[in-house]
C-alpha cells in the first residue's frame, strides 16, 4: 500500500468518525467542533488531490467563516425550557435504512459500471493548478461568478433584514 | 509528494460522508446541528466534484466546487439568519415545533 | 306508384310531428283535424296504390320501393324498402280506411258532454297517427327487419294509448301489461329473424321465400314457425298470451277499435299470412297454430258469456274472432282469414264504437247492469250495433257470414283441418250469438237503469257518421268474397304456396253455419231479451262456475303467482339487498377512499414535520438512484 493511499485512509478515517460524532453528540458545541475537524479532513483531501487553493479556501471560507457563524448562534440561542422528548422517534429506523439503501446504491454505482467507462488519466500528469483555475473562473465562468457575487449580496441583505427583528 | 488515492476511494468517501449527513439531517430535531448536516452533505459533494476534476483532469470540477462553497456561504448566512428570527421567540429549540404546515 | 306509396307512409308520420310538436300551440281541436286529414289522405294514397297494383299482370303484383338502403353488412342487407303487393294492399287498405273513420269518430269522443277538448286531445291524436304510420311501416315492409320496427311501433304506441290517462293507476298498468306480454312475442320474432339469416343468408321476403320454394333450409322451417307463432300469439292475442288485451280496455273506446279490433291485434294473422311460405312446409307449426285458435276462439267465447263490462264482451268477442283467423290460417286458408280480417274490422269498429257512443252518452258507465232502455233514446246506435253483432255472431248474408264460413269449411275441408276443428268453430259460433245479442238486451232493451247525465242532446255527428258508414261496409263487405279471393290470389302463391281455397264457400257447410248462428242469436234474445229469469236460475246453481269462467279461468292470477311472484321476488331482493349492500357498498368505496385521502392518507404525509419532509426526500432520492444504477443495468 502506497503513502498515498495510506494517507487517504487516516484522513478518511478521521473524517467518516468526525462526521459521525457531529452527528450523534447531544452538546451542540461538541457537534459544531467535531463538524470543524471533518471539513479540515475534506481541505487535507482537497490538498492530496492537487487542489492546493480548493484547501486554502474551504479552511478560510468554511472552517473560518462558516463555523464561526454557527457557534456565534449556537451561543446565541439559549434554551430556557429543556428539550422535550423526540415525538419521531420511530424516524431512525427508517432513516438508518435509507441511509444504509443509498450507500449500497453508490457503492455499487462506483464499483462496477461508472468508473470502467470513464478513460483513466495517468496519474503521473501533473494536477491542473491554481492558475488554470483562475482562467477558467474568469473567462469560461465568468456569468455564474458574476451571479455569485450578486448571491453574495443579496445574502448579506437578507441576513440584515431578518436579524432586525420586530419594526419598531 | 503526496499523490491522490485512486478516484473510487475518493467517490466513496464521498458517497459515505453524504449518507452521514442525510442520517444525521432526519435524526437530529436541533435545527442547528441539522444545518451541520447539511454542510456535511455539501461537502461530500465537493470532494467528488474535485474527484472526477482530478480524474478527467479537467479544471471545471474544481470551479464548480468552488462556486458550491460560495453558495454555502451565503445560504448559512440566510438560513441561520431565519433560525433565529424563528426560535428568538420561542423557548425552545424543536424542529418539530415549526408545524404549521400539518395538514 | 312510388309516390303514392310514399305518401301514404308519410302523411300519418307528418300528423303526428304536426300534433306531437304544434298540436298544443295551435289550437287543440286542430289536432284532430289534422290527423283524421292525414289518414284520410292516406287512405286515397291507398286507394291509388290499390289501383296502381290492379292494372298490372297478375305475375307482376310485386312492386318494391326502396327509400334507403339502412343497414347493409355483407350479407346482411335490410333496406327501407316496401313490398307492394295484393296482400300488402289489401291491409294497407284496411288501415288507412277503416283507421281514417276511426279517428273521425274520436274527434268527437275525446270530448266531455259539455263539448271541451281531453286535456291530452293533441297527444292522443299524435300517437293515433303514429301508430297508423308504425303499423304502415308493419304491412309494408319488405324484410323482416323493418317489419320488426312496425312491429315494436305499434307495440309502443298501443302502450301509449292504453296507457292513455295515465293519472289512474289501472291504467297505467294496464299499458304496461300489454306491452310487456307483447315483449314475449317480440322475442319469438326476433329469434325468427335470426334464425331466418342463419338459414338463409337472406331477410328480405322475396329472397327468403325463393330460397324456401327452391328447398332450402327445411331442417329449420318448423322451428321458425314456431317462433314466429310465439310472436303472431303474443300480438293477436292468442291463449296463453291473450291476458293483456282484456285489460287494454282501459284504453279510451276509439283506442280499442282501431288498435285491439281492426289493425294491431291482426298483425300476427298478417305475419302468418305473409310468411306462409315457410308454415307450408312446417305442418307441425300449421297444426299449432290451428289450435291455439281454436282453443282461443272457444274459451274466449265462454268467458263473454259472463261479463258485465261492455267493452269486455267486445274485448274477448275480438279474441274469439281472432282465434278464427288462426284457425283460417292454421289450416292453410291464409286468403279466407285475411278477409274475416276485414269484414271483422268492420263490425268490429262498429261495436266498439257503438259502446263507445253509449258510454259516452252515460258519461262514463260501461257495467251493463247499469244500462238498459237505450234503444229508445239511441236509435240509431241501436240499430247499427245489432247488425254488427249479427255480423259478429255470422247471420246469413252479412259480411261476417261469408267470411266466417269460409274458414270453417276451410277448417273441414282442408288436408290440415279436421271435422273437430270444423265443430269446435261451429260450437263457438253457437256461442257468438248468444253472448252477442245478451249484450245487445242488456244494454238497449228493456227498462232503463241508466242515470244518465247527458239529457237528450243526441249523438255528435262526427260519432255517428263513421258507425254508419262502418254499417254499411258491415253489411255489404262479405259480398265480393269471390273477387277478393282472386285478387289476394297471386300473394299467395307467387313463390310456390299452395293455399287452400274453398272453392264453394255456399254449401252444406255454409247453411249449417247459417242454421247455428240464427240459433245462437235467438237464444240469446230468448235469453236476455225477457225478464232474464233463466239466466238468473241458472247464475245461481253454476254460480261456482260461471264465476271461475268470469274470472277467465283464473289464468291471470295463474300467471301472477308462477311468473310474476317469483320475478317481485327477484326485484325485492335486488332493489334491497343487493342495491343497498352490495352494488351501494361499492359505490361507496369511492367517496370513502377520497374521504381517506382527504383525513387519514393526508395526516399520515402531511405532519409539517421537517424532518419527515427530509426523511421523504431522502427515500425518494435512494430509491431513484435504485431504478438508475437498475436502468442503466450497472
Redesign the interface.
Known amino acids: 500500500m502506497s503513502l498515498s493511499e495510506v494517507f487517504f485512509l487516516i484522513v478518511a478515517a478521521i473524517a467518516i468518525g468526525s462526521a459521525t460524532l457531529v452527528i450523534t453528540l447531544p452538546n451542540t458545541v461538541h457537534s459544531a467542533l467535531f463538524l470543524v475537524a471533518t471539513l479540515f479532513c475534506v481541505a487535507l483531501m482537497f490538498l492530496s488531490m492537487g487542489a492546493e487553493f480548493l484547501a486554502a479556501v474551504q479552511i478560510l471560507v468554511y472552517a473560518g467563516a462558516i463555523m464561526i457563524l454557527f457557534l456565534f448562534v449556537i451561543t446565541l440561542m439559549n434554551p430556557q425550557r429543556p428539550a422535550g422528548p423526540d415525538r419521531l422517534r420511530s424516524q431512525v429506523v427508517w432513516s438508518c435504512a435509507f441511509a444504509v439503501m443509498l450507500l449500497l446504491v453508490l457503492w455499487i454505482s462506483i464499483q462496477e459500471g461508472a468508473m470502467a467507462a470513464l478513460p483513466i488519466a495517468p496519474v503521473s500528469t501533473t494536477p491542473l493548478g491554481l492558475d488554470a483555475l483562475g482562467i477558467a473562473l474568469f473567462t469560461t465562468y465568468v456569468v455564474p461568478f458574476e451571479i455569485t457575487s450578486i448571491l453574495l449580496l443579496v445574502a448579506m441583505v437578507g441576513a440584515v433584514v431578518l436579524g432586525r427583528g420586530r419594526v419598531q | 509528494m503526496i499523490e491522490s488515492a485512486p478516484t473510487p476511494y475518493y467517490l466513496v468517501l464521498s458517497a459515505v460522508l453524504f449518507s452521514i449527513g442525510a442520517l444525521g439531517f432526519c435524526i437530529r430535531k436541533n435545527p442547528l446541528v441539522m444545518f451541520m448536516c447539511v454542510e456535511i452533505m455539501l461537502n461530500a459533494a465537493n470532494l467528488s466534484f474535485v474527484a472526477f476534476a482530478r480524474h478527467l483532469n479537467v479544471i471545471d470540477g474544481q470551479v464548480i466546487a468552488l462556486f458550491i462553497m460560495a453558495i454555502a456561504a451565503a445560504e448559512v448566512v440566510v438560513g441561520l439568519g431565519i433560525i433565529v428570527a424563528i426560535f428568538r421567540l420561542r423557548d425552545s429549540i424543536d424542529v418539530d415545533e415549526v408545524n404549521v404546515l400539518r395538514g | 306508384m312510388t309516390t303514392w306509396v310514399t305518401l301514404a307512409l308519410a302523411l300519418p308520420l307528418l300528423g303526428f310531428l304536426y300534433c306531437a310538436l304544434f298540436g298544443w300551440r295551435v289550437g287543440r281541436a286542430a289536432s284532430g283535424v289534422a290527423a283524421s286529414a292525414a289518414v284520410g289522405a292516406s287512405f286515397g294514397a291507398a286507394l291509388a296504390v290499390a289501383a296502381g297494383v290492379s292494372v298490372l299482370p297478375e305475375s307482376e303484383r310485386f312492386v318494391t320501393i326502396t327509400i334507403a338502403s339502412w343497414l347493409t353488412a355483407g350479407s346482411f342487407i335490410a333496406p327501407i324498402a316496401f313490398l307492394v303487393d295484393p296482400l300488402s294492399t289489401v291491409m294497407l287498405l284496411v288501415v288507412t280506411g277503416v283507421g281514417s273513420l276511426i279517428h273521425v269518430y274520436a274527434t268527437g269522443y275525446m270530448r266531455d258532454h259539455h263539448g271541451h277538448l281531453d286535456l291530452g286531445y293533441n297527444r292522443f291524436f299524435a300517437f293515433l297517427n303514429l301508430f297508423v304510420f308504425s303499423m304502415l311501416v308493419l304491412v309494408l315492409a319488405n324484410n323482416f327487419v323493418l317489419l320488426m320496427v312496425g312491429w315494436g311501433g305499434v307495440g309502443v304506441c298501443s302502450y301509449f294509448l292504453i296507457a292513455f290517462w295515465f293519472d289512474k293507476p289501472e291504467n297505467a298498468r294496464a299499458g304496461s301489461k300489454a306491452f310487456i306480454v307483447n315483449a314475449i312475442g317480440d322475442v319469438g320474432l326476433l329469434l325468427a329473424c335470426f334464425l331466418i339469416f342463419w338459414t338463409f343468408r337472406k331477410v328480405d321476403f322475396d329472397g327468403v321465400f325463393r330460397e324456401v320454394a327452391a328447398g332450402q333450409g327445411s331442417g329449420a322451417m318448423t322451428n321458425i314457425a314456431l317462433l314466429l307463432l310465439i310472436a303472431a300469439a303474443a300480438k293477436s292475442a292468442q291463449f296463453p298470451l291473450h291476458v293483456w288485451l282484456p285489460d287494454a280496455m282501459a284504453g279510451p273506446t276509439p283506442v280499442s277499435a282501431l288498435i285491439h279490433a281492426a289493425t294491431m291485434v291482426t298483425a300476427g294473422v298478417y305475419l302468418i299470412a305473409r310468411t306462409h311460405p315457410i308454415y307450408e312446409h312446417a305442418p307441425l307449426a300449421m297444426a299449432a297454430v290451428a289450435s291455439i285458435g281454436a282453443v282461443t276462439a272457444f274459451f274466449a267465447a265462454t268467458i263473454a258469456l259472463t261479463q258485465t263490462n261492455l267493452k269486455r264482451v267486445v274485448a274477448y268477442s275480438t279474441l274469439s274472432q281472432l282465434g278464427y283467423m288462426f284457425v283460417g290460417v292454421g289450416v292453410g286458408a291464409f286468403g279466407a282469414s285475411i278477409f274475416h280480417l276485414m269484414t271483422h274490422a268492420f263490425f268490429k269498429a262498429v261495436l266498439f264504437l257503438g259502446a263507445g257512443i253509449v258510454i259516452h252518452h252515460l258519461a262514463g258507465q260501461e257495467d251493463m247492469r247499469q244500462m238498459g232502455g237505450l234503444r229508445s233514446r239511441l236509435p240509431v246506435v241501436y240499430w247499427c250495433f245489432a247488425i254488427a253483432a249479427a255480423a259478429n255472431a255470422g247471420f246469413p248474408l252479412l259480411s261476417g257470414f261469408f267470411s266466417k264460413d269460409e274458414i270453417v269449411s276451410a277448417a273441414f275441408l282442408s288436408p290440415h283441418g279436421s271435422a273437430i276443428l270444423g265443430g269446435s268453430l261451429l260450437l263457438t259460433s253457437a256461442l257468438t250469438g248468444i253472448y252477442m245479442f245478451r249484450a245487445v238486451s242488456l244494454t238497449f232493451h228493456g227498462t232503463s237503469n241508466a242515470h244518465s247525465h247527458t239529457g237528450d242532446h243526441g249523438v255528435a255527428g262526427s260519432m255517428l257518421w263513421p258507425v254508419l258508414l262502418l254499417t254499411v261496409l258491415a253489411v255489404v263487405g262479405g259480398f265480393p268474397y269471390a273477387q277478393f279471393g282472386k285478387f289476394l290470389h297471386p300473394s299467395l302463391t307467387h313463390w310456390g304456396g299452395h293455399p287452400v281455397e274453398v272453392a264453394n264457400p255456399v254449401g252444406s257447410i255454409a247453411i249449417a253455419s247459417g242454421i247455428v248462428s240464427i240459433a245462437g242469436i235467438a237464444v240469446g234474445l230468448w235469453l236476455y231479451a225477457g225478464d232474464r229469469a233463466i239466466p238468473r236460475r241458472l247464475g245461481r246453481s253454476l254460480g261456482g262456475l260461471a264465476e271461475t269462467v268470469r274470472a277467465g279461468y283464473y289464468i291471470d292470477a295463474f300467471y301472477g303467482a308462477v311468473l310474476l311472484a317469483p320475478v317481485r321476488v327477484i326485484a325485492l331482493i335486488s332493489s334491497g339487498p343487493v342495491d343497498n349492500f352490495l352494488i351501494g357498498g361499492f359505490v361507496s368505496l369511492f367517496p370513502a377512499f377520497a374521504r381517506w385521502m382527504g383525513s387519514e392518507f ?2 399520515t ?8 419532509y ?2 421523504a426526500i ?2 425518494g ?2 430509491l431513484i ?2 431504478f438508475f ?1 437498475y436502468r ?3
Not at chain 3, 404525509?605 to 419527515?612: C, D, E, I, N
Open positions: 393526508r395526516h404525509f402531511q405532519t409539517g414535520y421537517v424532518r419527515h427530509a426523511a431522502f427515500a432520492a435512494a438512484a435504485i444504477v442503466i443495468g450497472i
